[in-house]
Antibody, heavy 116, light 111 residues
């Protein structure tokens, strides 16, 4: 069965940076779009970013453009989200998902808390 | 951005009874190839979301056939023929036709 395991979350001060990772296994990673979806505490789901199979196509929700960067390493079957200039409203569980537009598999999520 | 409006937002149900959730889109979700990228997800308490139905009406592997999806264009429905205790959670519709992809607000199903 497909596995997606996120890491890298934690507590960070406003204005700080964090890099999330997602280790993928049990499928051909380089064939798929991948993405990040977040969920603020007690709230609904919000798409953050999607990246194409070869990393050339990237899409971001407006609220993170210029601050977050999605990337991938197909040789290492890994997805990343570099988050800079973090704000309190970025506090959420961040999920890694497979397939971009259809999210057929999800990881367990990693919690990012932005607070002083 | 495409807005997906779910109703109801809270759905109290009785075990063994049917349930239905609607999802209405602010734009057509028909993609350029003619397919419709409207999907349904279940999020049980304390768990990650799990996809149940993809492209309007297709079951994901392992999903009980008491779940079904229907609709077209801008109006879609998720139905549960007979609710079981394990169905408790929040249900989301999601569109993957237009970027940014968007989710509905979620419908909380409770027994």
């Amino acid at each position: 069965e497909v596995q997606l395991v996120e890491s890298g979350g934690g507590l960070v001060q406003p204005g700080g940076s964090l890099r999330l990772s997602c280790a993928a296994s049990r499928f051909t990673f380089s064939y798929y779009h991948m993405g990040w979806v977040r969920q603020a505490p007690g709230k609904g789901l919000e798409w953050v970013a999607v990246i194409g199979p070869d990393g050339s196509a990237k899409y971001y929700v407006d609220s993170v453009k210029g601050r977050f960067t999605i990337s991938r390493d197909n040789a290492e079957n890994s997805l990343f989200l570099q988050m800079n200039s973090l704000r309190a409203e970025d506090t959420a569980v961040y999920y890694c998902e497979r397939d971009g537009g259809s999210a057929d598999y999800w990881g367990q999520g990693t919690l990012v808390t932005v607070s002083s | 951005d495409v807005v997906l409006t779910q109703s109801p937002l809270s759905l109290p149900v009785t075990l063994g009874q049917p349930a239905s959730i609607s999802c209405s889109s602010s734009q057509s979700l028909v993609y350029s190839d003619g397919s419709t990228h409207l999907h349904w997800f279940q999020q049980r308490p304390g768990q990650s979301p799990r996809r149940l139905i993809y492209k309007v009406s297709n079951w994901d592997s392992g999903v009980p056939d008491r779940f079904s999806g229907s609709g077209s264009g801008t109006d879609f429905t998720l139905k549960i023929s007979r609710v079981e205790a394990e169905d408790v959670g929040v249900y989301y519709c999601m569109q993957g036709t237009h970027w940014p992809h968007t989710f509905g607000q979620g419908t909380k199903l409770e027994i």
